[in-house]
């Protein structure tokens, strides 16, 4: 009788605990935390037919990074209760609930594919969004877990849009910022690597000299 109380008891604190989570958040708070995740779908859906296309990094590695961030914004969700759209159960490439991501897809796939060059500007687009999308996201909460997972999501967007800019620049071609100010992007692009990975995991690549240097673990 004892044991069927306390775990009553367990389970009514447990459930208690999820709905203070949900109740907690904002409603900029959870919308960010299901923005972001589907941003962070976009960019992997895009890589992924870029990498198909090209059969180039920095898109073989950085896909990889992306699917990282989605796990990352869904452990969040699970953690505050949020239900996962019908879209993310499915996870079919090209399917958003929102429709700019979709919009955004749509376009990125079909400069994309026009050429590599073309390809290498999307990615950094992408990332160019994601950063300033980001630091919208960053200005709307003050919960510790939700900055941490966004500024973890930003230093990998960060290294990865070095690497679209560096290989962009090898090519002859300066990309410009069309969602961050020319001050953020530069000091971006200046700066060095962050442990953040380009692949399936934090600070994947650093063990070979390739965690420094703007990026380039990106591009192995």
Known sequence: MKKALFLFAAIQLFMTAQSQNVTSLSKEEKEGLLYMREEEKMARD??????????VNPFGNIRQSERVHMDRMKTL???????????????????FSDPLLASYYK?????GTQSLTDALKA????????????????????????????????????NHLRAFVRRLKSQGVDYQPEFLTKGIFDAIISGENQQAGCGNGPGQGQGKG?????GKCCDK
């Open 123 to 158: 990615g950094a687009k992408i990332e160019d969004l994601d950063i300033a999308d980001l630091d919208k996201r960053i200005a709307q909460t003050k919960k510790e877990d939700i900055l941490a997972a966004y500024k973890y999501l930003r230093m990998g967007s960060e």
């Open 77 to 95: 969700a699970v953690t505050y209760g949020i239900q996962e759209e019908k879209v993310f159960k499915q996870d079919k490439a090209g399917r």
């Open 46 to 55: 895009v890589y992924d037919s870029m990498f198909a296309k090209w059969e």
């Open 107 to 111: 376009t990125l796939i079909a400069s």
């Open 210 to 214: 390739e965690g420094k240097g703007k």
